[in-house]
């Protein structure tokens, strides 16, 4: 038999160039983020050979004096996003509940894709309505909140203070409007993967939607929901123009809630352009070293969690 | 045991009358954040904010060099994103498939996906701006590129893995080279998919106000050297809410209800586009 004519040169270079291209440019995702975190840290290196490990615990930030630590901005965007989850999970459960068992087939559809365009709305958008309409409406009901749940014994202390209407809890309920699109979203979607037949029998044994819900379809997604509510919190560690408007922007750790504080975005926001001395700048990229950290860790976290719903979904099809 | 039924009965009405109470908390956010975005920004929407540019305080103006800064970044943005995230998609879909270097790639471009953005500037501010020596336009479109990218190479590899692969296998048998395949069968069938994502990428790069903080950084005047600070829609509006000038408010409310409703006609075009093409 006759051996087929082989292709022309030129043709048989294309194939691996097109390849390798392709190849290099998908590896360039993976160099980004180890660039991302080199470029950090070498510029944040100042700051962390200055002030060593102190750089974390020190509540100092005192420009004029050359003088930095990270806990103050550290401490408000843990509790600011702590805050976000906090309000942002039930409502999210409920929304995917709705979706996904009650509304009729007609309004599935236009209703998560309306909550889906709150995570479209731009962050500068929520941080002036936040600013300028949520929070002196806010600022009216202060006053009751300081009252009433400022009497609680033990917790009472998270609640009692000035009505500004800016501060910590306006910062986390502004963060959970925005991270609810996303935790939403992502309960809605898994919670249909559960298998009709598991729902399907415990209804048959009279179980009420709400007991199919907690009994069932939760136990049986309840990694992925994880990772859902770990997607938020990643998302709400690194949200800086809303936070900047509405945390308050002041250097100080508070037991209250109501009182204003600092985040670690909205201190890059404010700062970064106006830092006038070297070690000052690079207190300020350690800053972002750590938040890059953080988030990083978290999203992991997220991503290892979903997909472990996703291989068990791959093997039992 | 009537009892029983009874608290059954109603932790289940309970549980679910929340369910629709939440479900409207959310629609009842959505509307009104864009009532007041519609409220302050219709009373100073004019021609001016289109034909002028930024002003002084106190002074009339509008913001023509804003509009037309940020038009130019994104469009960096998408020349050097879409590229680099349409041929990434494509090694991932066409040659990694379910290859262990293919979800590693998928797995950290999802983490990129959701880095945050502020995280983005000052990566770009680190190896960009501060070896020129200078804030620019070109470093800000930089920043919204890598903001933009992982989007990209998400929905490229997603809506090239739909592409059925006894399409591929009838032109290979038809003796075509592998990569005139990719070019000539799969992009086409899923050119429509890859334009939504770029859509929907464009849609978030377009609001992005932290990337562009320390990178573009701002300008006051008319500019469309890519080399020096440009103008841009978000990091005006941030810099004229916060002022204590009331012109600059009212530009911010009219810069603030052009730019929200860009973003979401944008976002719910492409969500069309999708839904034109699943039906």
Request: with cysteine; charged share 10%; aromatic share 12%.
């Amino acid at each position: 038999m006759e051996k087929p004519p082989s292709p022309p040169r030129l043709t048989r270079l294309w194939d691996p160039l097109f390849k390798g291209t392709t190849a290099a440019l998908a590896y360039m995702v993976l160099i980004l983020l180890v660039a991302v975190c080199l470029a950090l840290l070498h510029q944040g290196a100042l700051a962390f050979r200055t002030f060593g490990w102190h750089f974390l615990v020190s509540k100092a930030w005192d420009p004029a004096n050359n003088h930095f630590g990270a806990l103050i901005p550290i401490y408000g965007t843990l509790v600011s996003s702590l805050i976000a989850i906090v309000i942002a999970v039930p409502v999210s459960l409920g929304i995917a509940l709705f979706i996904t068992e009650l509304a009729p087939r007609w309004l599935r559809q236009p209703v998560s894709a309306a909550i889906e365009l709150l995570a479209a709305i731009p962050s500068i958008i929520f941080g002036m309505w936040g600013l300028f309409t949520f929070a002196p409406w806010f600022s009216g009901y202060e006053p009751w909140i300081s009252d009433h749940l400022g009497s609680i014994p033990g917790v009472g202390a998270l609640f009692r203070g000035p009505p500004f209407g800016i501060g910590m809890l306006t910062a986390g309920i502004i963060l959970a409007i925005m991270i609810i699109p996303f935790i939403a979203s992502i309960m809605r979607e898994v919670f249909l993967l559960t298998p009709p037949l598991l729902k399907e029998s415990a209804y048959g044994v009279g179980a009420t939607t709400w007991e199919v819900l907690r009994n069932v379809v939760l136990p049986y997604t309840r990694t992925a929901v994880a990772g859902g509510i770990f997607l938020g919190l990643g998302r709400a560690l690194g949200e800086t123009m809303a936070v900047t408007f509405v945390i308050g922007n002041a250097h100080s750790i508070s037991a209250s809630l109501l009182n204003p504080g600092y985040s670690i975005a909205a201190a890059l926001a404010n700062e970064f352009t106006e830092a006038f001395s070297p070690l000052y700048k690079s207190s300020l990229i350690a800053l972002g070293f750590i938040l890059f950290i953080i988030t990083f860790i978290i999203l992991v976290l997220a991503k290892l969690l979903l997909l472990r719903l996703e291989r068990a979904q791959g093997e039992s099809t | 045991m009537d009892l029983r039924y009874l608290r059954r009965r109603f932790t289940n009405v309970f549980n679910l009358g929340m369910a629709v109470a939440t479900t409207v908390l959310g629609l009842f956010w959505l509307l009104w954040i864009l009532y007041t975005t519609a409220r302050f920004g219709y009373h100073n929407l004019n021609l001016a904010l289109f034909t002028q540019d930024t002003p002084a305080p106190g002074a009339p103006g509008g913001l023509r060099n804003a509009f037309v800064g940020s038009l130019i970044m994104i469009g960096v943005a998408i020349a050097v994103g879409t590229p680099a995230g349409v041929l990434a998609g494509t090694y991932l879909a066409e040659f990694a498939g379910r290859r262990r270097i293919g979800e590693i790639v998928r797995f950290f471009n999802d983490i990129l996906l959701s880095a945050p953005s502020i995280v983005v500037g000052l990566f770009v501010y680190s190896v960009v701006v501060s070896v020129t020596g200078n804030f620019s336009g070109l470093s800000g479109g930089l920043a919204l590129a890598i903001v933009l990218l992982p989007v990209v190479v998400r929905t490229t590899d997603e809506m090239l893995r739909l592409v059925p692969s006894t399409m591929r296998e009838a032109a290979m048998a038809l003796g075509s080279p592998y990569w005139r395949v990719v070019v000539q069968i799969t992009y086409r069938a899923a050119r429509s998919g890859i334009l939504t994502g770029v859509l929907l990428g464009v849609a978030r790069i377009s609001g992005e106000t932290a990337p562009l903080l320390f990178t573009a950084l701002n300008n006051q005047f008319w500019s469309t050297n890519l080399s020096k600070p440009m103008a841009n829609v978000p990091v005006t509006i941030f810099q004229f809410a916060l002022s204590p000038y009331q012109g600059w408010q009212h530009l911010a409310w009219a810069g603030a209800l052009v730019a929200t409703f860009a973003v979401l006609g944008l976002s719910i075009f492409s969500r069309f586009l999708i839904r034109q093409r699943n039906s």
